[in-house]
Nanobody, 122 residues
Framework: QVQLVESGGGLVQAGGSLRLSCAAS????????MGWFRQAPGKEREFVAA???????YYADSVKGRFTISRDNAKNTVYLQMNSLKPEDTAVYYC????????????????WGQGTQVTVSS
């Protein structure tokens, strides 16, 4: 069992930045692929970014060049640095774990956090 707790969400103006954190319980963190997803009001949850055990990364086209995913295995934490934020980035952001590299589908992710709200004002 893995427990994930996201933090760092909030309200920011367009063009601003936020850094989300996701702290994981358990001693097997380094063996998991970590992903970030988001869900905007009235929309399906969508893939944002993922990072492998070794640090390989993959991004959705909509965030490429603006968001950076990273991980600190010593702290059991994954981060999502979000720059140049746009109103369309407004969503609840979730982190999740997976045993396979690479997948953008929710079904491939086993454990999920409770989410953190990001609101970008225009």
């Amino acid at each position: 069992q893995v427990q994930l707790v996201e933090s760092g969400g909030g309200l920011v103006q367009a063009g601003g930045s936020l850094r989300l954190s996701c702290a994981a319980s358990g001693r097997t963190f380094r063996s998991y692929v970590m992903g970030w997803f988001r869900q905007a009001p009235g929309k399906e949850r969508e893939f944002v970014a993922a990072i492998s055990w070794s640090g390989s990364t993959y991004y959705a086209d909509s965030v490429k060049g603006r968001f950076t995913i990273s991980r600190d295995n010593a702290k059991n934490t994954v981060y999502l640095q979000m720059n140049s934020l746009k109103p369309e980035d407004t969503a609840v952001y979730y982190c999740a774990t997976s045993r396979q590299w690479f997948s953008m589908t929710e079904d491939s992710y086993d454990y999920w956090g409770q989410g953190t709200q990001v609101t970008v004002s225009s």
